[in-house]
Structure formats: structure tokens, C-alpha cells
């Protein structure tokens, strides 16, 4: 396991990253831009890296991080995502950022754990 400022980052498969997002965690750009190296570290690749992304109360972002998000977010080493967010204006974010950046892979939000996981390892 991974600890970085904002998150813990796991591996679940040879293909799947689990990023749990800490309670109250602030995001910056920074930090954005050194998760890719901690990915292809847990996982020993550098694309097709499918996600369980846990947001958990309290998540924020630096302002700028909005700009940031719209013109510079990486999708290309991504194959899914799936979301599990806490908090229900955390989950308006979400809806709002999957409209903005254009992705070519699957996205979905779920309830629970176990459904994220299951729909995770149907993809192939």
C-alpha cells in the first residue's frame, strides 16, 4: 500500500487499483500529477489500470485544480473507474466532472463495495 497526503493506493488485481481518498482530504494539483508514478508502482504497468476510487467525507480540491481538471486530466492509462462517494455534494462533483472530460472507458458510481468490485472484474 500507497500513502500519499490525500489517499492510500492498493492493489486489488493485476489490473485493478483501489484509491481511497482520506476523510477531509485536499487535493492539489501536485499531488495529481505524482499518483500516476505510485499507480504504475503498485501495479508494475503503465496502462489499462481499471479503479475503485473511495471518496470519503469531506474531499476537496485547490481552486485551481477545476482548471487544471478540464485541460490537463489524464484518461489515455485508463480502462474504468468506479466511484464510491460518501458525501452527497462530493457526488454532484462527480456528475458534473465525467459531463467535462472526455473518456473513452467506463465510469460508474455505486453503493457498495462489492458492487464495484464485481462490475470491475466484468470488464475485460
Known sequence: MIETRSAFISK????????????????????????????????????AIKF???????FKTEKKYLQFFMNHYRTDFKKAEAYIIVHPS?????????KMV??????KLFE??????????SLK
Open 112 to 121: 457498495k463495495e462489492a458492487e464495484a468490485l464485481s462490475w470491475l472484474k
Open 12 to 47: 486489488i488485481d493485476e489490473d485493478t487499483l483501489k484509491v481511497i481518498f482520506k476523510p477531509n482530504a485536499y487535493l492539489t494539483v501536485e499531488e495529481y500529477g505524482q499518483l500516476y508514478k505510485h499507480y504504475q508502482k503498485e501495479l508494475g504497468k503503465s496502462d
Open 102 to 107: 472526455n473518456h473513452k472507458y467506463p465510469i
Open 90 to 98: 462530493t457526488k454532484m462533483f462527480f456528475k458534473v466532472g465525467t
Open 52 to 58: 475503485l476510487i473511495i471518496i470519503q467525507e469531506g
